[in-house]
Every structure is written in structure tokens, then in C-alpha cells.
């Protein structure tokens, strides 16, 4: 189960709206569209997002408004504004609202990438465990700088298990993140992470499993 990055964007600009999320689909980000403040209230209400666009200018609750009633209500989602609204004291009220980083329209997409790759990075740093590395944004596990073979169901796996150290993970922890859960698939997962990272992985029975310290 690849766990995408989950976006949601603002816009209510037919044409633009398009294009980003054509662009931000090809690089590989879950994308949510909506069109007003409202629709953002109601969504963020029933998902979890890791990243918000939001345009300001937009109908019913503008983008300011909705962005500050999410952070009144404790949510600290990085935002990014993207708007056309170019002059310092936009750009400041923007920042007063809350937001992260504040794009002017027109923009260059490859410059929003790099941005919202930035942002995110920050957001999820790298894990390490002795000569392992999980790059959590990138999806990717290294042992000796050197990928390795993990299906994505494992990387999940093991990541609870490295954000877990030294604790037991309940096996019902493990089965929210499997097609098939079940105690004999869970013990095969955790068989193939032993053999192909070398980790000392130690089981309580009936209950779960426990990555040791080093």
C-alpha cells in the first residue's frame, strides 16, 4: 500500500486547476481539488492532508479566511497561497494568516515542485537505524547507501517498527497498513524485513512485534 503524498488544492480557475493537477499527478501526489472555502472546510473536516494550495481569491470563504479558521481550529498542515494578488501588504496578510509560503501567479511549475518538495522534506525526515536510512518523502530504504527491495506493504511495516523503537507495535497497528491482514502474512513480512535489513526484530506473543535498540 503506497501511502501518497495527500495535497489539497484551492482553485477556482477551470484551466489553471487542470494543469496542476495534471503536473502534480505526474509526480506521483494525491490530489483533491475544490473550489471554494467552504468545500475546504468540509473536506479537511473528514481527511487528513499533508499539503494545502489554496488561491485567495476565490468564491464564498476566501483563502485567507479558510486557512485561518484551520489554524484556529489547531491545524498546522504547511499551506502554500497561490495567488495573483502581487503587493507587499497581500503578501504579508498572507503570512499573517498563517500560511508557509506564498506564491505569486503567473508562476513557474517547476519552481512550485522544487518548493513543495522543500516543504515537505522538512515535514518528513529522514529515519536512520545503525547503516539504515528511510527517506520518508521518497519512499526509499538504504542499507549501506544502497537500496534496497522492499515492497511497499514492508516499508510500512517497517516503518512503524523504526518510528517505534525499542516499543511494541500491536499486530493490529501492522493490519491497517496490509490487503490481507492476518498473524501468519504479518509473520512473513516480518521474516523478509529480518533477513533483507539484518534488524533484531523480536516478537510478543499474541500481541506484537518490537524493533530492539541498538
Not at 503570512?95 to 515537505?120: M, N, Q, W
Not at 519512499?139 to 511495516?157: D, H, M, P, T
Not at 498473524?183 to 516480518?190: N, P
Request: proline residues 2%; negative net charge.
Amino acid at each position: 500500500m503506497n501511502k501518497k503524498i495527500k495535497i489539497l488544492l484551492l482553485e477556482d480557475d477551470t484551466i489553471l486547476a487542470q494543469t496542476m493537477v495534471q503536473i502534480l499527478e505526474q509526480e506521483d501526489y494525491d490530489i483533491t481539488l475544490v473550489n471554494d472555502g467552504e468545500e475546504v472546510m468540509e473536506y479537511t473536516y473528514e481527511n487528513r492532508y499533508d499539503l494545502y494550495l489554496f488561491d485567495i481569491n476565490v468564491p464564498l470563504l476566501n483563502g485567507k479566511e479558510a486557512l485561518k479558521l484551520l489554524r484556529d481550529a489547531q491545524d498546522n498542515t504547511p499551506t502554500f497561497f497561490i495567488t495573483a494578488l502581487r503587493d507587499t501588504n497581500s503578501i504579508l496578510d498572507g503570512f499573517d494568516s498563517g500560511c508557509d509560503d506564498y506564491i505569486k501567479k503567473p508562476f513557474d511549475l517547476d519552481e512550485l515542485l522544487a518548493r513543495i518538495k522543500a516543504v515537505l522534506k522538512r515535514r518528513n525526515p529522514v529515519l536512520e537505524y545503525g547503516d539504515i536510512t528511510f527517506d520518508l518523502l521518497e519512499n526509499r530504504v538504504l542499507k549501506q547507501n544502497e537500496e534496497v527491495a522492499l515492497g511497499n506493504v514492508e516499508k510500512e511495516i517497517f516503518s512503524l517498527l523504526i518510528k517505534n523503537i525499542n516499543m511494541t507495535v500491536n499486530k493490529t497497528t501492522f493490519f491497517d497498513y496490509m490487503n490481507k491482514p492476518s498473524d501468519s502474512a504479518l509473520r512473513v513480512l516480518i521474516s523478509k524485513l529480518k533477513k533483507v535489513l539484518d534488524l533484531n526484530i523480536t516478537n510478543t506473543k499474541g500481541i506484537g512485534y518490537k524493533l530492539e535498540k541498538l
